[in-house]
């Protein structure tokens, strides 16, 4: 599987005790490149791990709901000074992220369940 924007799928190791002890290249007896989190792609972007996704993404949806608590808070205590078109649409926004959020959440979830389940 390719990812256009790294160019190549790679894995990342980061805690030893969830992923044993052999080194990648001796797994299967095929070649395979671990690249840390810190290292850099073709175009000069650190690339980053999956947990650093996840963290700014919850991050940016935590940002969003602050947003809309202060601006719904400046619509009661001075009301002549925002539009409330913005702070609908403020809302909106910040509705459709913790959705987003939930549903990955949820998928991450049954995900981890299915792994696990041994049948």
């Known amino acids: 599987m390719i990812i256009e924007d790294y160019g190549t799928l790679q894995m990342t190791r980061t805690n030893v005790a969830h ?3 052999a080194k990648l290249s001796d ?3 095929q070649s395979y490149t671990s690249i840390p989190s810190s290292a850099e792609n073709g175009q000069g972007k ?3 791990s999956f ?3 996840l963290v700014e993404a919850m991050s940016s949806m935590n940002q969003q709901q602050i947003d809309v608590t202060n601006l719904q808070e400046k619509v009661i205590t001075d ?3 925002l539009d409330i078109h913005d702070v609908t649409i403020a809302m909106s926004k ?3 992220s913790l959705n987003l959020a ?3 959440i949820d998928r991450l979830i049954s995900g981890w369940n299915e792994i696990t389940t041994t049948r």
């Open 19 to 21: 992923t044993g002890t």
């Open 27 to 29: 797994i299967g007896g």
């Open 46 to 48: 650190a690339l980053k």
């Open 51 to 53: 947990d650093q996704f």
């Open 79 to 81: 009301p002549e000074s």
């Open 94 to 96: 910040a509705r459709m």
């Open 102 to 104: 939930q549903s990955v």
